[in-house]
């Protein structure tokens, strides 16, 4: 089975976002499918919610639809926003906001506010219930998105725990988060060992050639 550059997208939070190594995960993926060294497309958006993923998801289906999808689900307590900043509840406790991903330009003044905006939020106006109702919604919306798309083969990854527990349609969802196997720490690319890498890019490929819809482990050893 070959599979071509533009047949392979790849989305999600910092789980995915080192994939220019020849040991990120990402890249023994579209290695090893295309039999090519290319950068996968797609884009792995740190500490930014589901709302950057999904915005991405439809730019990129707009350009074409893939043959595979990977999708890293992230944790539904971050703050969306138009700006594709990283605001979850430890960077704006901390003020502390990645701006590596923005869309836009945006001044320190501005920055400051939004800062001070998104500290204020998780400290009075964060709701739980309300961020796990949203991210239910939005994988019932992809659910419906994927079933007009016909992707051939798409895998949902659980970054965290606490992502809402859902089943996709024709689909493969993994059962276990990937922060259960994650490292600390700048060196790890993916939040992973080079060794933990290199063992989800083989098993996300096995998936691939082996594809059964439903949920499954992987069972990383």
Known sequence: MKFEYNDILILGDSYCEDRSMPTDWPMIVSQKLTGY?????????????????????????????????????????RL????????????????????????????????????????????ELWSSDYCQWAQAAWFRELDQMLEEWRIPYVIHLRCFSHVVDYTFKNSITIQEDLFSRSSAGPDFRNHFTEDLNQKLGNKLVELILNYKTGLQTMNLA
Request: net charge positive; aromatic share 10%.
């Open 37 to 77: 060294d290319h950068i996968p497309r797609g884009v792995g958006y740190g500490g930014s919610s589901w709302w950057a993923v999904r915005e991405a998801l439809l730019a990129e289906v707009g350009r074409g639809i893939p043959k595979v999808l990977i999708l890293c689900h992230t944790e539904p307590n």
């Open 80 to 123: 969306p926003n138009d700006y594709n900043l990283g605001i979850n509840s430890s960077s704006a406790l901390r003020s502390a906001i990645s701006t590596y991903y923005c869309k836009n330009y945006i001044s320190e003044g501005k920055l400051q506010r939004i800062s001070e905006a998104s500290k204020l939020y998780y400290e």
